[in-house]
């Protein structure tokens, strides 16, 4: 395969990869990742700093799957969301949660809901 070729399909299957970049309160910068290739691998005081090393590490990582010195993660490109999921956690928590959300006038999964929206 040509070089021009190569680097065709290392930027198609990257482009296969979902990209995250997140605010971290305790380190005071962005920091990405593109799960499930990649956890956190790198951090910049912009997001626009972020996503440009965040696609240069994930093409890199692509050329090492598109060689085989990898695996290539399992990707549901096309999975839909239902915004359902079931969450278990301690009686402790849900009563806490559940008061929290009395007190705000809020129902526990307008609360919980909000709560993880700001995570």
Known sequence: MNSKTKKARIRQLSARYPRLIEWSNEDGVFIGSAPPLVGRCCHGDTEAAVAKQLAVIVEDLAEDVLDGK???PKVSPN???SGKFLVRVTPGVHQKAA???QARGE???Q???EVLANA
């Open 70 to 72: 990898m695996p290539e």
């Open 79 to 81: 999975k839909t969301y």
């Open 99 to 101: 008061l929290k959300a």
């Open 107 to 109: 129902s526990l999964n």
């Open 111 to 113: 609360f919980v809901a």
